[in-house]
């Protein structure tokens, strides 16, 4: 018979101690990658990285699981896993292909829900208050990528958010980079704040016409911080 004293479970510590550290272990790798440590097409090898942060490889593998699930790290056979390179087809049909999304949920301003709408100016505060702060840059590029969610949210479309994620997935290294480079958090909340003014005014044209403007620059930007043409 088992002590009176013995856990239901000899594994339920085990297994929440364990989530914990590949969770560390991927928001540590995450913040190199955002913080330009570790640049695309760097090599993510198991070994080294268990050796340098003191933990298990299947720790690592399950971290990086969770890095290439979101996007900044891609798997490949015969090559293992690495930091996402972008190629400059790819960036622009992704900000092109957000473009029509968010723009499609801000012309539905008007008719969205309250709750939809209220979305959008709450990811504009959390923003603006992660930019007042000591936030990471992983968590500002975090909060910066929610307010275009928010926008596509405005659709109340569950296969647009999941297509928004997805495309927000593929750039998310790119825009960290821009956002690193050109150190303009406050002029972004600016841009955003009259994005959002124009909205609640019910200027929906005009702010159709801004998020355009907004999108394609920051195409630009993506482009150059990347070193990639701007056309074909």
């Known amino acids: 018979m088992a002590p009176a004293d013995a856990p239901s479970s000899p594994f339920d510590n085990l297994s929440l101690e364990h989530s914990s550290t590949v969770d560390r272990v ?3 790798l995450r913040r190199a990658l955002f913080d330009g440590e570790l640049e695309p097409s760097t090599p993510l090898r198991e070994i080294a990285l268990a050796e340098a942060m003191g933990v298990s490889r299947s720790t690592i593998r399950e971290a990086l699981a969770a890095l ?5 790290a891609t ?4 090559r293992g896993v690495y930091v996402t390179e972008l190629d400059p087809d790819s960036v622009r049909d ?5 473009a029509v999304l968010e723009i499609a949920g801000v012309r ?29 840059r992983a968590e500002l590029t975090a909060a910066h990528l929610a307010i275009h969610r928010s926008l596509v949210g405005l659709t109340e ?3 647009l958010m999941a ?3 997805a495309l927000s997935a593929e750039v998310r290294l790119g825009l960290a980079k821009v956002d690193r480079i050109r150190r303009n958090s406050s002029d972004q ?8 003014d124009l909205l609640e005014q019910g200027d929906i044209e005009t702010a159709a016409t801004e998020l355009q403007h907004h999108l394609e620059f920051a195409e630009t930007s993506m482009l150059d911080a990347l070193h990639l043409p701007h056309s074909s």
């Open 26 to 28: 991927a928001d540590e």
């Open 68 to 72: 290439v699930n979101e996007g900044v």
């Open 75 to 78: 798997r490949e056979p015969n």
């Open 94 to 98: 992704v900000c092109r292909s957000r």
């Open 108 to 136: 539905r301003w008007q008719t969205a829900s309250e709750q939809a709408r209220e979305a959008v100016r709450q990811a504009l505060a959390d923003f603006t208050t992660a930019v007042g702060s000591d936030a990471s």
């Open 157 to 159: 479309s569950h296969r």
């Open 163 to 165: 297509l928004a994620d």
């Open 189 to 196: 909340v600016t841009s955003h704040r009259a994005l959002v």
